[in-house]
């Protein structure tokens, strides 16, 4: 569920196409992590931070990939 949700974030911030957001949306998630291991009684294994930036990046470089081969087609 964290990954799915962090790769929609990724679309999201590709959408935007400005690169503060898509540098902002990464420090969000991590900005995130960090309130939850704060709060929390037990903290979050590590590992849940990376598979959500890694779903960002996958959402983010997907969306870019996506929209490079869509640009080409029109071209052609």
């Not at 704060?38 to 990376?50: D, K, R, Y």
């Amino acid at each position: 569920m964290i990954f799915v949700t962090a790769t929609i974030i990724g679309i999201a911030a590709g959408l935007q196409r400005s690169a503060i957001v898509s540098i902002l949306g990464a420090a969000l998630v991590s900005i995130a992590f960090m309130a939850a291991v704060a709060i929390s009684m037990v903290p979050p294994p590590l590992t849940t931070l990376f598979i959500a930036l890694g779903g960002y990046n996958l959402g983010f470089i997907g969306y870019l990939i996506t929209l490079d081969l869509l640009e080409y087609r029109r071209r052609a």
